[in-house]
């Protein structure tokens, strides 16, 4: 039997509009799962834009005033898609509301916000899930299954890295990214967050970290008109960046690897390399979000004759790949990542049960950013608290 799902989604800007077309994705890609998306209700400040995703997405009705999305009783579950000054009201009123809650990351402004609204998550007891979509990749998925297997020995080494340089150009506006009011930190929430949920997926735990930050570009046009951080301006005012650009960190993990992250706005060269190297006692991998359909891959016992890195191709053996084509080498796109992470969440929402990436791995991301931020402060190694209890 069919189960439709009551979506609504707040804020309807670019993000907004990729869980919606998300969502519809689902009948398409995974018909096995009996899952229809019903797209109730959209929230957005501008008209132009509730209006568009009429149009373009059937919602039923819109609304200017988000509290309406929860408010709504053919609303199930609602997507927060809003700056991240905004998700502290809107996950905590969806709470009270009984409506389970996909909110993009980094979720709080800091990471104490953060664990506010997973421990309040916990206690309401809806479910949740949030946007860590490059974890979605089938060849990430099949490398996670192969360590799981202990295929690659002992984890020794990780090394993650986000460098996203949409900021390197001086003439980007000064958008609510740059701003600590609201987006709160920088890097450290926007690309650090995704590069630590990878890291605490593939080789686990974190118990130290020393780290440390830096603002390369320490002021930016004031827009003129509504605009993003890919929004260009220049002839005009200028207002401070409050909020690093830069974050690296050396990290020791529970099991007993070594590594260090790093990520980046303002650097040249690189548009998305979300990248990852790790090495064990009886292999290694490598991967790069830019090349997402591609996994280098050593194993001791795959060809000791001929010994370095295969590069292998996306298959439909891999995780999630033949639902969306079955022939190898046939790529996915960043979008399908989108599909595949909201069909694990509305998967959960109807079976009643938790589905990674919730807010409690959100609040263990946030545990670590807390101690690369004390870093930052004392110069030194710091250890991660405990997260949440388990």
């Known amino acids: 039997m069919t189960r439709n799902v009551g979506i609504g989604v707040i804020a309807m800007g670019w993000m907004g509009m990729t869980h919606s077309r998300a969502y519809q994705q689902i009948v398409h890609r995974f018909p096995q799962s009996d899952l229809t998306p019903r797209l109730v209700i959209c929230a957005d400040s501008e008209p132009s834009r509730t209006d568009e995703a009429v149009q373009r997405f059937g919602f039923e009705r819109t609304t200017s005033d988000w509290r309406a999305v929860l408010a709504d009783a053919d ?37 104490a916000e953060t664990l506010e609204i997973a421990a309040a998550a916990r206690d309401s007891g809806v479910h949740t899930f949030t946007g860590f979509c490059y974890r979605w990749s089938p060849v990430v998925q099949e490398l996670k299954k192969l360590i799981e297997d202990g295929r690659l020995g002992d ?49 686990g735990p974190i118990s130290e970290v020393v780290s440390q930050q830096e603002t390369f570009t320490p002021q930016r046009p004031l827009p003129s008109s509504t605009g993003t951080h890919f929004s260009e301006q220049s002839g005009g005012p200028v207002g401070p960046v409050s909020n690093e650009d830069y974050v690296g960190a050396m990290v020791r993990f529970s099991g007993g690897a070594r590594g260090t992250l790093e990520a980046c706005r303002v650097i040249a060269g690189s548009d998305c390399e979300h990248a990852f190297e790790l090495n064990g006692t009886r292999g290694a991998a490598r991967w790069n979000f830019e090349r997402m359909n591609e996994l280098e891959l050593f194993l ?13 191709q996306t298959r439909p053996q891999y995780p999630h790949h033949a639902d ?28 009643d049960r938790s589905v990674e990436p919730g807010l409690d791995q959100m609040a263990r991301v946030a545990a670590v950013q807390d101690a690369m931020a004390r870093s930052w402060e004392s110069r030194t190694w710091e250890a991660v608290a405990a997260a949440v209890a388990e």
């Open 155 to 203: 984890l020794t080494h990780y090394r993650g890295r986000f460098f996203c340089g949409y900021g390197h150009n001086p003439y980007r506006v000064l958008s609510w990214r740059f701003q600590k009011e609201h987006a709160g930190f920088g890097v450290l929430g926007d690309l650090m967050s995704h590069t630590l949920d990878m890291a605490l997926m593939l080789a």
């Open 300 to 312: 001791d016992d795959a060809h000791p004759d001929q010994p370095g890195y295969a590069r292998l």
């Open 75 to 111: 609303v199930e579950v609602v997507s927060i898609t809003a700056p991240n000054g905004l998700h502290r009201e809107m996950c905590l009123a969806a709470f009270d509301a009984g409506k389970h809650v996909f909110c993009e990351k980094p979720v709080g402004r800091c990471p």
């Open 324 to 351: 969306f084509n079955p022939g190898g080498s046939v790529g996915l796109g960043y979008e399908d990542l989108m599909t595949i992470e909201v069909h694990e969440f509305l998967r959960g929402v109807v079976e």
